[in-house]
Structures are given as structure tokens and as C-alpha cells.
């Protein structure tokens, strides 16, 4: 309602075309008071959304549930707090992480990692991004603990890519492609990690196996129709030995545990689609408490 009502005052401004100079000063003026208190509202509505969300369903009260768990430094979601409990829990080994699809390098799933003392591999194939990965990860870049690659993954290439880094044995594995994450995926399951966050399409119902067919030259129009839906993950991980233990409470990511390390002790089963799936909550998704911090912490 609100971002409608942002929107809404934004095309009045532009509808209006016979106004003085000094009007539009005025006019624009106060837009941007009134469009900078709306964004500090959604930003309380999305946080007061989420508490009612947690105290709505006993789920998240087991203390084995990973879905609302606390910590947003980097990530988009609270996916930090997230992966942060899972390690707690299943421990790790080489402290390296793979991320397909890193972006900007200030909003992912490993930069927390990176600057705690691990390393790993970087994807990204838009340019600007790139730009600014190598702008602000210059220190990390240059002693090696950050491998950083400015290409489009496909099925083709992801494994050299990888193999080239010389991560191979990593911890953690993040991707998150939009339109072919499944099949990417697929191909970076021999290098068994203890844990996987994949990007998942919660439009599909919990119980419905969709996949959208491998197309290289494919990305995300927009719409309900990309990657995979969490049951069709749950399949695949199944499959490749990794069982399904929680999705972060917006309904973006979806965590992927390998299955030597996965009891019901540690986290709340079955392991399927119907008991983890949260449904997409993207209107609800912001950063929470200060901005992030974009340069690395060295520098």
C-alpha cells in the first residue's frame, strides 16, 4: 500500500507540466521528504511484519528451526543468521565457500564470511558489478583469500571455473541465477560441501515439482516462471545426498545440509518441501537496522 502510494505521487509529479521553475523546486522538494518518511514506514512495517510472521506459528519456536533465525550484516535476507546457525551446528572444515552469482559484493551470502576469516570463490557476470567487486575487494583479491571471476555460469563452465579457483573442497555453496539455478546446481554437487543455499521459486506450491527446462540463453523475464520450486530442489538434493532442513522466513533461499551431517536432533524433520516451504514474501524483504558497510573491513 505504501509503495503504491510512493509510486502514485511520483507519477502526479510528472503529470504535471505547466508549473514555474521555482514550483517544481518546491514540488520536488517535498517529494523527497515525503517519499524518505514512507521508506522509513515500509522499513518498520517490514520489520514488525516479520515478528508477527514468527509469533504467528509455533514452528519457529523449535529451537531446530533455521527459518527466522537472527543476523542481517550482508546478506539480502537473513540468510547470515542463517548459515551462521547451521555451522554452529554441523561445524566446519576448510572454511572456504563457493558463491554463484555474487552481485555488487556489498549485498550477498559469503562477504560475512569472507570477512571472517574464510575464503572462496566469486561469480558474477554483470559488468558493473564486477566494477565494483574489484573497486572495494582489492585487498582480499590481491593476498588470494578472494578468487573473483567476471563470467556467465552455465553448465558447461561452472565446474572449470571452480576447479581453476582451486576451492574444491568448500564448506559452503551459495547460488542464486534466477532462471537455470537447478541445473547449475546440479553440476556443483560432486563437490560436496557441508551445506548449500539455493534460490528457490516459492510461487509453486510446496507439494508441486517444477523445474524450468535448461536454457542458456534464458534469464529471468519478471515473471512466476524461473528455476525451480522447492519440492523439485528437495528432489534433486535428495538425490545427491542432501536433505532439505529450513528456507529463510521470506521464502527466497532454500538450505541444503549434506546428509552424513543432517539428524533430527539438529534439525526439525521430514526433510521435505511441505514441512519447510515459506511462501514468497518480497514485499517484506529490506535491510533492517544500519546500512551495510561496502568497502572490505581492512581497508
Not at 507540466?17 to 520536488?28: C, G, L, M, V
Not at 547460488?175 to 557441508?194: A, Q
Amino acid at each position: 500500500m505504501l509503495a503504491k502510494m510512493k509510486q502514485h505521487l511520483k507519477e502526479v509529479m510528472q503529470s504535471i507540466k505547466y508549473i514555474q521553475p521555482d514550483d517544481t523546486r518546491h514540488f520536488s522538494a517535498e517529494f523527497d521528504k515525503i517519499s524518505e518518511r514512507l521508506d522509513r514506514v515500509l522499513k518498520l512495517k517490514s520489520g514488525l511484519y516479520i515478528d508477527l510472521i514468527k509469533e504467528s506459528s509455533s514452528k519457529y519456536t523449535d529451537e531446530r528451526c533455521i527459518s527466522a533465525a537472527y543476523g542481517q550484516v550482508f546478506s539480502q535476507n537473513n540468510e547470515d543468521g542463517i548459515i551462521s546457525e547451521i555451522f554452529r551446528r554441523i561445524g566446519c572444515e576448510s572454511k572456504t565457500f563457493i558463491e554463484i552469482a555474487a552481485g555488487d559484493g556489498i549485498e550477498n551470502t559469503t562477504r560475512l564470511l569472507l570477512e571472517t576469516g574464510w575464503s572462496g570463490l566469486w561469480v558474477e557476470a554483470g559488468d558493473a558489478e564486477a566494477n565494483c567487486i574489484r573497486n572495494l575487494m582489492r585487498t582480499p583479491i590481491g593476498d588470494g583469500r578472494l578468487v573473483f571471476v567476471n563470467d556467465k555460469v552455465t553448465i558447461d563452465n561452472v565446474e572449470a571455473m571452480v576447479e581453476k579457483s582451486g576451492f574444491v573442497t568448500p564448506d559452503y555453496v551459495s547460488v542464486d541465477i534466477d532462471y537455470n539455478t537447478s541445473h547449475i546446481w546440479r553440476k556443483l554437487m560432486r563437490f560436496r560441501p557441508r551445506l548449500f543455499c539455493i534460490e528457490y521459486n516459492g510461487h509453486f506450491p510446496p507439494s508441486m515439482p517444477y523445474e524450468v527446462p535448461y536454457r542458456e540463453d534464458r534469464a529471468w523475464a519478471g515473471t512466476t516462471k524461473f528455476g525451480a520450486s522447492l519440492k523439485a530442489l528437495e528432489l534433486i538434493g535428495a538425490e545427491h545426498g542432501y536433505c532439505l532442513v529450513g528456507c529463510d522466513i521470506f521464502g527466497v533461499n532454500a538450505f541444503f545440509v549434506r546428509a552424513d551431517l543432517c539428524t533430527q536432533d539438529l534439525f526439525v524433520a521430514p526433510f521435505t518441501a511441505e514441512q519447510h516451504y515459506e511462501p514468497p514474501r518480497y514485499t517484506a524483504v529490506t535491510m533492517r537496522g544500519h546500512g551495510r558497510h561496502p568497502p572490505f573491513a581492512e581497508e
